[in-house]
T-cell receptor, first 116, second 114 residues
Framework: NAGVMQNPRHLVRRRGQEARLRCSPMKGHSHVYWYRQLPEEGLKFMVYLQKENIIDESGMPKERFSAEFPKEGPSILRIQQVVRGDSAAYFC??????????????FGAGTRLSVL | SQQGEEDPQALSIQEGENATMNCSYKTSINNLQWYRQNSGRGLVHLILIRSNEREKHSGRLRVTLDTSKKSSSLLITASRAADTASYFCATDANSGGSNYKLTFGKGTLLTVNP
């Protein structure tokens, strides 16, 4: 049973380009969360999605960032027109159906985005 | 201090010794979780303790929770070099139905010297 899969593991972009980060949750999990980790910081919540629905995007910048979790395929975090400040590790987590307050979130290995 | 703040920031011990890390938080919670992160890797879930629990064990790990002091501790007994990692506590706020939103501290960097 594979864990949460994120790709790519490392992504280099120049300022102004787009970054697309992918996350496949654990089998049977229907909740997906994205977090961002700046160097020597803890993870910061960005967005919580269920299939085809954004439940809470309160931690995501209003501009340039978007997330989706389509009916088929992985969840995508998209960052348009990247800037140097977007350089960070982006982690995806998933949890099984049911009350989210009772569920452990399982994390992927992360995508490390470097903006040149 | 911020929600889910760990101390010390860094801890260096010898193999075989015990390591204790602390976490403080501000708001009421449903659960508190501890995660481990090896350098450049993802987070591995270690243990979850619910707000109505005071102590929990898992292998060489012992977690305590004091909701009156809004604090938790993680004890790793008989440490090994492989325990070298950053350790984070994560809390979920018990308010407004947004308790899926984990708040992490900056972590404690534990180094276990062989």
């Amino acid at each position: 049973n594979a864990g949460v899969m994120q790709n790519p593991r490392h992504l280099v972009r120049r300022r102004g380009q787009e970054a697309r980060l992918r996350c496949s949750p654990m089998k049977g999990h229907s909740h997906v969360y994205w977090y961002r980790q700046l160097p020597e910081e803890g993870l910061k919540f960005m967005v919580y999605l269920q299939k085809e629905n954004i439940i809470d995007e309160s931690g995501m910048p209003k501009e340039r960032f978007s997330a989706e979790f389509p009916k088929e395929g992985p969840s995508i975090l998209r960052i348009q027109q990247v800037v140097r400040g977007d350089s960070a590790a982006y982690f995806c987590a998933s949890s099984p159906p049911g009350r989210v307050s009772q569920n452990i979130q399982y994390f992927g290995a992360g995508t490390r985005l470097s903006v040149l | 201090s911020q929600q889910g703040e760990e101390d010390p920031q860094a801890l260096s011990i010898q193999e075989g010794e015990n390591a204790t890390m602390n976490c403080s938080y501000k708001t009421s919670i449903n659960n508190l979780q501890w995660y481990r992160q090896n350098s450049g890797r993802g987070l591995v879930h270690l243990i979850l303790i619910r707000s109505n629990e005071r102590e929990k064990h898992s292998g060489r790990l012992r977690v305590t929770l004091d909701t009156s002091k809004k604090s938790s501790s993680l004890l790793i007994t008989a440490s090994r070099a492989a325990d070298t990692a950053s350790y984070f506590c994560a809390t979920d706020a018990n308010s407004g139905g947004s308790n899926y939103k984990l708040t992490f501290g900056k972590g404690t960097l534990l180094t276990v010297n062989p």
